[in-house]
């Protein structure tokens, strides 16, 4: 074994953030060995199974991942300010936008989505967990584990470098020599794992433990858009596993799946990877729809307008978005018809997404509008992702593309589209359902101070950057000499950034304040809520609903309290089946951290032993008879009461 | 935990529902994956640059008893399952044991191949056309392997346990995955060797 590969060299970046991630750790041991917290670690969240509790930690661990990627956009923007900066050097530069994009994606914005529809979607069809609660908490530690794995590989090893889509032969072994390509494989391989296990249990959920009476057509549009998004998932996730498998074994075994020589092909890795990519897009784009949607309908107080077509155009867009692959490279010599056929299947998803804009702004049309900070989020999302929106029209039409492809143009559009459509959106989600789980709200004053300057920043930031691109400043360029005139408009978007960053400091302050002074919550249904979540308490028990509702309407909650169907046919409680809390998915999690720890370095007898590890873990899974707990209908009725009053249990 | 009389046992309760048709779901995404793994052959299978391609390496006499082995194994699970829905737990046993022995007996020829391959200098390293081979194979090979050890725990559970609700469940699961695992390899035995011989 070589102790050599573990050191990254020479930056005092990152000295700074060894000293760092040590100091925290170390903070964090002191810290719960003090106020003697280990066991109320482990008994209340590393071995929970309750689907609140993980979504809870998914959001917890994205907002994370938002710092960390928010740092390398930081860093990118401010090294990129001024013509000729010396702040990065080129390695460095390349490492920091390839982990920004792949944080960014993978563990930021798909893991606050999953948190949010763990949290929401229980209780949104009524039920009283997820389908398989323990391979949730499985599905959790994979990813948590996953992400881990990629951002020790900034002080140990060194990171990935060749851009979040690694190209070949680019990503080889032979042009990529240290192990950050190899970081990337493993890690995302882990987390992706858990992402299909997500998949595959919340279709089961969605499909089989609906309230009684609650239809597919009767379903909340966030659960649509959730069970859309699991669907794509489902059928995306294995051509990643597999692609990530291949680049694997080119790296550390020598194939020859992508090499130049030998029969290997490059561009296979392009179209693997797409054909996962593109879907991913969605897989984040259209929960947030669905969260959206939700919000409109609440605060303009009238149902949705045109749920059928709402639906219908969902479904048309992941079908589309698995046809649409080979847009993203155009310039690669794939030939006139091919660039013709994808080009025209691009375009077309604009159709279905443009039904979806003019079905909110009719919602929008005479309704009661309340500008509460989700409200905000939501409204100032249609005009800019509109913008994102036209600009990727004109980036798919193939002859076009040839002048925009590889510029900061294009960079500009996918900002305009995932930043309003994911991150927006989840921080809206956030807003809306944080009084849900915690029985409180965020401050409204804060929270739209902290809006305005996301908002206005996030423009100031990537407006810019069309002009850049029309300009033809090319994307990842580390820097560039003065005679360019690229200076002003990139200090510009640094302002841009700076503000950005104030925004979302703003938004974790709220959480600590609100946490602090925000007065408890006493009706449950603080926004006056139309869907089934705002019938419980907040916060919910552990069992979410004493009563299992019946559903007759689409709104079921709005007609409860509007229009006198009543939510509950009998209200006699009986007892309720729990799973009960265990430790070896967290086990599992480390074991797989391991696993893929050794496989980067190329330690093969520790990771042999890791992988003995995983098999014997899973065994132990299925051998396990612990089929839960029930609670009696008394401790159910004394829960209950307590609720009432508004204690917390 | 509401035992619904009616139904099979391995169907008997929620869960259990929930869990075959979870199953299917990930079944649904096994499909994609092999798909992929197809498709990355196809195009890879006349890229063998200086090594050897399939017509000179393939041998079809392990090939056809793999495929003898695998195929009767599915019908055997299919046997095992049919005693389980009458209680025969013995019988149950028997036919499990007769399925996994023969899902042994296709690793072993399988490893034998390899090792076949690999003294004729045909490597995952050779060339595209191999490494495509290699993983296609091999992932396939991992799932009956995979499947032995979980077959192996199934019927420790079914001996300790006997057939109740929860391992007549593991059990019928199992089934779903190897009659998979059979279809997958119908496909490698048409689509890479058959025509590969060609």
Same mark, same amino acid.
């Given at each position: 074994?070589? @102790?050599?590969?573990?050191?990254?060299?020479?930056?005092?970046?990152?000295?700074?953030a060894?000293?760092s991630i040590?100091l925290a750790t170390?903070g964090i041991?002191?810290g719960?060995?003090?106020?003697?917290?280990?066991?109320?670690l482990?008994?209340?969240w590393l071995?929970?199974?309750?689907?609140?509790k993980i979504g809870v930690m998914y959001i917890l661990a994205a907002l994370l991942m938002l710092f960390r990627g928010g740092v390398d956009a930081m860093?990118?923007? @401010?090294?990129?300010?001024?013509?000729?900066?010396?702040?990065?050097?080129?390695?460095?530069?390349?490492?920091?936008?390839?982990t920004h994009?792949l944080i960014m994606i993978l563990f930021m914005a798909m893991p606050f989505i999953i948190g949010l529809?763990?949290?929401?979607?229980?209780?949104?069809?009524?039920?009283?967990?997820?389908?398989?609660?323990?391979?949730?908490?499985?599905?959790f530690w994979?990813f948590f584990f996953g992400a881990m794995l990629l951002n020790i590989s900034f002080v140990?090893?060194?990171?990935?470098?060749?851009?979040?889509?690694?190209?070949?032969?680019?990503?080889?072994?032979?042009?990529?020599?240290?192990?950050?390509?190899?970081?990337?494989?493993?890690a995302?391989?882990?987390s992706?794992?858990g992402?299909?296990?997500?998949?595959?249990?919340?279709?089961?959920?969605?499909?089989?433990?609906?309230?009684?009476?609650?239809?597919?057509?009767?379903?909340?549009?966030?659960?649509?858009? &959730?069970?859309?998004?699991?669907?794509?998932?489902?059928?995306?996730?294995?051509?990643?596993?597999?692609?990530?498998?291949?680049?694997?074994?080119?790296?550390?075994?020598?194939?020859?799946?992508? #090499?130049?020589?030998?029969?290997?092909?490059?561009?296979?890795?392009?179209?693997?990877?797409?054909?996962?990519?593109?879907?991913?897009?969605?897989?984040?784009? @259209?929960?947030?729809?669905?969260?959206?949607?939700?919000?409109?309908?609440?605060?303009?107080?009238?149902?949705?307008?045109?749920?059928?077509?709402?639906?219908?155009?969902?479904?048309?867009?992941?079908?589309?978005? $698995?046809?649409?692959?080979?847009?993203?490279?155009?310039?690669?010599?794939?030939?006139?018809?091919?660039?013709?056929?994808?080009?025209?299947?691009?375009?077309?998803?604009?159709?279905?997404?443009?039904?979806?804009?003019?079905?909110?702004? $009719?919602?929008?049309?005479?309704?009661?509008?309340?500008?509460?900070?989700?409200?905000?989020?939501?409204?100032?999302?249609?005009?800019?992702?509109?913008?994102?929106?036209?600009?990727?029209?004109?980036?798919?039409?193939?002859?076009?593309?040839?002048?925009?492809?590889?510029?900061?143009?294009?960079?500009?559009?996918?900002?305009?589209?995932?930043?309003?459509?994911?991150v927006?959106?989840v921080i809206?989600?956030f807003?809306?359902?944080?009084?849900?789980?915690?029985?409180?709200?965020?401050?409204?004053?804060?929270? /739209?101070?902290?809006?305005?300057?996301?908002?206005?920043?996030?423009?100031?930031?990537?407006?810019?950057?069309?002009?850049?691109?029309?300009?033809?400043?090319?994307?990842?360029?580390? #820097?560039?000499?003065?005679?360019?005139?690229?200076?002003?408009?990139?200090?510009?978007?640094? &302002?841009?950034?700076?503000?950005?960053a104030?925004?979302f400091v703003?938004l974790v302050y709220n959480i600590y304040?609100?946490?602090?002074?925000?007065?408890?919550?006493?009706?449950?249904?603080?926004?006056?809520?139309?869907?089934?979540?705002?019938?419980?308490?907040?916060?919910?028990?552990?069992?979410?609903?004493?009563?299992?509702?019946?559903?007759?309407?689409?709104?079921?909650?709005?007609?409860?309290?509007?229009?006198?169907?009543?939510?509950?046919?009998? /209200?006699?409680?009986? /007892?309720?089946?729990?799973?009960?809390?265990?430790?070896?998915?967290?086990? @599992?999690g &480390?074991?797989?951290f391991?696993?893929?720890?050794?496989?980067?370095?190329?330690?093969?007898?520790?990771?042999?032993?890791?992988?003995?590890?995983?098999?014997?873990?899973?065994?132990?899974?299925?051998?396990?008879?612990?089929?839960?707990?029930?609670?009696?209908?008394?401790?159910?009725?004394?829960?209950?009461?307590?609720?009432?009053?508004?204690?917390?249990? | 935990?509401?035992?619904?009389?009616?139904?099979?046992?391995?169907?008997?309760?929620?869960?259990?529902?929930?869990?075959?048709? !979870?199953?299917?779901?990930?079944?649904?995404?096994?499909?994609?994956?092999?798909?992929?793994?197809?498709?990355?052959?196809?195009?890879?299978?006349?890229?063998?640059?200086?090594?050897?391609?399939?017509?000179?390496?393939?041998?079809?006499?392990?090939?056809?008893?793999?495929?003898?082995?695998?195929?009767?194994?599915?019908?055997?699970?299919?046997?095992?399952?049919?005693?389980?829905?009458?209680?025969?737990?013995?019988?149950?046993?028997?036919?499990?044991?007769?399925?996994?022995?023969?899902?042994?007996?296709?690793? !072993?020829?399988?490893?034998?191949?390899?090792?076949?391959?690999?003294?004729?200098?045909?490597?995952?390293?050779?060339?595209?056309?191999?490494?495509?081979?290699?993983?296609?194979?091999?992932?396939?090979?991992?799932?009956? +392997?995979?499947?032995?050890?979980? !077959?192996?725990?199934?019927?420790?559970?079914?001996?300790?346990?006997?057939?109740?609700?929860?391992?007549?469940?593991?059990?019928?699961?199992? +089934?779903?995955?190897?009659?998979?695992?059979?279809?997958?390899?119908?496909?490698?035995?048409?689509?890479?060797?058959?025509?590969?011989?060609?």
């Open positions: 074994m070589d @102790l050599d590969k573990f050191k990254v060299h020479g930056e005092p970046l990152i000295y700074g060894m000293v040590a170390i041991i002191v719960l060995t003090y106020f003697k917290k280990w066991r109320y482990w008994r209340e071995t929970t199974v309750d689907h609140k860093m990118m923007r @401010l090294q990129t300010a001024a013509p000729e900066m010396k702040f990065l050097d080129a390695q460095h530069y390349n490492e920091v936008f390839t994009g529809m763990n949290v929401i979607i229980p209780l949104q069809i009524g039920a009283r967990d997820v389908a398989f609660p323990r391979l949730n908490a499985v599905s994979l140990i090893g060194g990171s990935p470098d060749a851009g979040w889509s690694a190209y070949f032969p680019l990503a080889s072994i032979e042009f990529s020599p240290t192990v950050g390509n190899n970081y990337y494989s493993l995302l391989q882990i992706g794992i992402t299909l296990i997500t998949g595959v249990n919340f279709i089961v959920t969605i499909l089989k433990m609906r309230a009684p009476g609650m239809t597919l057509m009767k379903m909340p549009m966030f659960t649509w858009s &959730v069970l859309i998004t699991n669907i794509i998932i489902v059928f995306a996730f294995p051509v990643l596993t597999v692609a990530l498998a291949l680049m694997m074994f080119d790296r550390l075994f020598g194939s020859q799946f992508f #090499t130049m020589a030998n029969g290997g092909m490059d561009m296979l890795w392009a179209n693997l990877f797409w054909v996962w990519g593109h879907p991913e897009v969605y897989i984040v784009i @259209l929960p947030a729809f669905g969260i959206y949607s939700e919000i409109i309908a609440t605060f303009s107080k009238k149902n949705l307008y045109g749920y059928t077509s709402m639906v219908f155009s969902m479904l048309i867009i992941s079908l589309l978005s $698995f046809l649409v692959w080979a847009h993203h490279f155009y310039t690669m010599g794939q030939g006139a018809m091919v660039n013709s056929f994808f080009s025209i299947t691009t375009m077309a998803i604009a159709v279905p997404t443009g039904v979806k804009i003019f079905n909110w702004l $009719f919602t929008l049309r005479k309704g009661r509008i309340s500008f509460t900070t989700p409200m905000l989020y939501t409204l100032a999302f249609i005009p800019i992702f509109t913008i994102g929106g036209v600009t990727g029209v004109m980036l798919a039409m193939a002859s076009a593309d040839y002048q925009y492809h590889n510029t900061m143009f294009l960079v500009a559009h996918f900002h305009y589209v995932l930043i309003p459509g994911a927006f959106a809206a989600g807003y809306y359902w944080f009084p849900k789980v915690f029985g409180f709200r965020l401050n409204e004053r804060l929270g /739209k101070h902290s809006f305005w300057w996301i908002v206005i920043s996030f423009n100031v930031t990537f407006f810019p950057l069309f002009f850049l691109g029309l300009m033809g400043m090319t994307r990842r360029m580390y #820097t560039y000499s003065e005679e360019t005139g690229f200076g002003p408009l990139n200090m510009l978007s640094f &302002v841009g950034a700076v503000g950005l104030i925004g703003l304040w609100s946490t602090r002074y925000m007065p408890r919550d006493e009706t449950n249904d603080p926004w006056d809520g139309r869907t089934l979540e705002w019938a419980t308490h907040s916060p919910m028990p552990v069992y979410n609903f004493a009563i299992v509702p019946k559903v007759k309407t689409r709104d079921a909650l709005w007609s409860a309290k509007h229009e006198n169907i009543p939510l509950y046919d009998d /209200k006699t409680i009986t /007892k309720i089946h729990m799973p009960s809390n265990t430790g070896k998915p967290f086990i @599992l &480390v074991i797989f391991f696993l893929g720890f050794f496989l980067v370095f190329s330690m093969w007898i520790p990771a042999i032993v890791s992988g003995i590890g995983v098999i014997i873990m899973l065994a132990f899974m299925s051998f396990d008879q612990d089929s839960g707990y029930y609670i009696s209908v008394d401790e159910v009725k004394a829960t209950e009461k307590k609720l009432m009053r508004g204690e917390t249990v | 935990m509401k035992i619904d009389a009616s139904k099979p046992l391995e169907y008997s309760t929620e869960e259990n529902s929930n869990k075959i048709f !979870g199953f299917w779901v990930f079944l649904g995404a096994e499909i994609p994956l092999f798909a992929t793994l197809f498709t990355v052959y196809f195009v890879m299978v006349n890229r063998y640059a200086s090594g050897p391609s399939g017509s000179e390496l393939f041998e079809i006499g392990p090939v056809l008893m793999e495929t003898f082995l695998l195929l009767t194994s599915s019908f055997t699970i299919g046997l095992a399952v049919h005693a389980m829905r009458h209680g025969y737990k013995k019988a149950m046993m028997v036919f499990m044991a007769i399925t996994l022995l023969m899902g042994l007996a296709f690793v !072993g020829i399988e490893i034998d191949e390899f090792f076949t391959y690999v003294h004729e200098g045909a490597t995952l390293q050779t060339s595209g056309f191999l490494s495509s081979l290699f993983v296609l194979l091999g992932t396939h090979g991992l799932h009956v +392997s995979f499947g032995l050890l979980w !077959g192996i725990g199934i019927m420790i559970q079914l001996w300790k346990r006997g057939i109740t609700p929860a391992t007549a469940n593991k059990t019928f699961i199992f +089934s779903l995955f190897w009659h998979f695992l059979d279809v997958v390899w119908i496909f490698i035995f048409s689509f890479v060797y058959l025509k590969g011989l060609m």
